[in-house]
């Protein structure tokens, strides 16, 4: 069974930073496109940044030198380190896992970020 545990959401003043992780089971990270999703209210889901097994990154232009994806393989994790919290990044953010050459596609349950004054 393959899970996607999200954490380390919360809140946070503008100019902030926080830490996002995903912990995950039932796959090998480094075989996946790794990506961070984010859902504000009212918005489409949208990806935020994705890490490819090459160590690719792609980021959305509205998080580019603010935000780093990463991975730690050992642990099987996904991180997203953001820096310089925006108002306009208050979403759920949901850890996503796919091969879409096999039809695999994964996702976790999301943490909320807040960022607020």
């Known amino acids: 069974q393959v899970q996607l545990v999200e954490s380390g959401g919360g809140l946070v003043q503008p100019g902030g930073s926080l830490r996002l992780s995903c912990a995950v089971s039932g796959i090998i990270i480094s075989r996946y496109t790794m990506g961070w999703y984010r859902q504000a209210p009212g918005k489409q889901r949208e990806l935020v940044a994705a890490?490819?097994?090459?160590?690719?990154?792609n980021y959305d232009d509205s998080v580019k030198g603010r935000f780093t994806i990463s991975r730690d393989n050992a642990k099987n994790t996904l991180y997203l380190q953001m820096n310089s919290l925006k108002l306009e990044d208050t979403a759920v953010y949901y850890c996503?896992?796919?091969?879409?050459?096999?039809?695999?596609?994964?996702w976790g349950q999301g943490t909320q970020v807040t960022v607020s004054s």
């Open positions: 890490l490819s097994p090459a160590d690719n990154t």
């Open positions: 996503n896992a796919q091969r879409s050459f096999e039809g695999k596609m994964y």
